[in-house]
Every structure is written in structure tokens, then in C-alpha cells.
């Protein structure tokens, strides 16, 4: 079955610095990836997906991601962190259930002053 | 533009009770999705629809129940509430049904079971 792994539960930066959250995926195939954000008591906004061409993807937000199918990886980036952007982060693939998401646990990440 | 709305925000329910949480989509979306989220645990697939009068389980449907009579809702039906049902309810939808489809969220409803 199509899953994502976020292997940090939490991680903090500091306003202005760069950001990398990780996700693995467990696929076969080319599998269809998306990211997510969370704000506090908020529903899920999208962020960017990837399916096929160009293996980096621009998202909202300043946000991009790479997939790399050597290293079963779609890992989220931004060069420079805002306040804002403190959230809940959630990778996920499209599954065979309707095309429902699997999605990874989640990364809450804090933005420090 | 509406999007994906839910009702009600927030409920507290008594072990046994019943209630059904609402769901709506004013974009014409063929596929409609019911998610739990859980503390640390990211959301999971309660049931989901491809179209009116179509429906089928996800990854954890026990203690649901779903129908869909229209392609604009989607209503989740909890019969015999239990305390392990006390978790944020999310609503999706998408498009013309294709994996690469954006899904469109709800803002959620926070359900406690007491």
C-alpha cells in the first residue's frame, strides 16, 4: 500500500533561516505527492503536488519540493522562513481508495524570533 | 465561493448518543472524503464517495455510517458514540476524480465524546 513517512515530529527554526521537512514515501510506482499546511484550528491547505515532470516543484507560500525517486523522498523547502509559517505540515500520497490521501504523521514546526 | 463546508464546529456528545456531522461542496466535485484526525497521528480515511449514490469505506469505518444523495453532500452518520470517536472530523473534496487531484478541506468539526 502507498504510504509517507515524516520522520520529525517537531522542529524549530529561527525567522529568516531555511527550512527542509522530510518525507518518504513506500511506492512502486510513480506515485502522485502532495503537501499540506495546518494552521492552528484550521483545515488543510494545499501546498504544492508532484505527479510527473519536472522533479522540482514550486508551491504557494515561497514554498518547493524535490522528488527523488533514488531516494524515495519529496522533502519541503523554503530559503527564508516567516512567523507565519509556524503550522502543521502534513506529506501525502493519493491512495488506490478513490484517490483518497495517505498522510504522513505530521511536522509542527515552531519559528523562533 | 463557499468551497467545503462542515457543521457544526464543534459538538460534545454522551457515550451513545447519535449525531450526523454535514458536510457541503458548492464545486461540482464528483469525489467527496470523510477524514479523523487524531493527536500525532495525521488524518485517516473514514469513508469516502466517487458520486451520488456511491460509497465505500476507508481505512478505520467503524462506528460510521455515510450516504450520498447528491453531489453536494455528504453527511457522516456516528450511531452509538464512544469515547474513541472524540477527534476532528474533516470533509474533503475533488475534482473529476484522478490521482493527481487537488482535495478541498473543510474547516473540520472537534467532536468530544463524554
Known amino acids: 500500500a502507498q504510504s509517507v513517512t515524516q520522520p520529525d515530529i517537531h522542529i524549530t527554526v529561527s525567522e529568516g533561516a531555511s527550512l527542509e521537512l522530510r518525507c518518504n514515501y513506500s511506492y512502486g510506482a510513480t506515485p502522485y505527492l502532495f503537501w499540506y499546511v495546518q494552521s492552528p484550528g484550521q483545515g488543510l491547505q494545499l501546498l504544492l503536488k508532484?505527479?510527473?515532470?519536472?522533479?522540482l516543484v514550486q508551491g504557494i507560500k515561497g514554498f518547493e519540493a524535490e522528488f527523488k525517486r533514488s531516494q524515495s523522498s519529496f522533502n519541503l523547502r523554503k530559503p527564508s522562513v516567516h512567523w507565519s509559517d509556524a503550522a502543521e505540515y502534513f506529506c501525502a500520497v493519493a491512495s488506490s481508495s478513490g484517490y483518497a490521501l495517505n498522510f504522513g504523521k505530521g511536522t509542527s514546526l515552531l519559528v523562533t524570533p | 465561493n463557499a468551497g467545503v463546508t462542515q457543521t457544526p464546529k464543534f459538538r460534545i456528545l454522551k457515550i451513545g448518543q447519535s449525531m450526523t456531522l454535514q458536510c457541503a461542496q458548492d464545486m461540482n466535485h464528483n469525489y467527496m472524503y470523510w477524514y479523523r484526525q487524531d493527536p500525532g497521528m495525521g488524518l485517516k480515511l473514514i469513508y469516502y464517495?466517487?458520486?451520488?449514490?456511491?460509497?465505500d469505506k476507508g481505512e478505520v469505518p467503524n462506528g460510521y455510517n455515510v450516504s450520498r444523495s447528491t453531489t453536494e453532500d455528504f453527511p457522516l452518520r456516528l450511531e452509538l458514540a464512544a469515547p474513541s470517536q472524540t477527534s476532528v472530523y474533516f470533509c474533503a473534496s475533488g475534482g473529476a476524480g484522478g490521482p493527481g487531484d487537488t482535495q478541498y478541506f473543510g474547516p473540520g468539526t472537534r467532536l468530544t465524546v463524554l
Open positions: 508532484y505527479f510527473s515532470g519536472d522533479t
Open positions: 464517495s466517487v458520486g451520488a449514490g456511491i460509497t
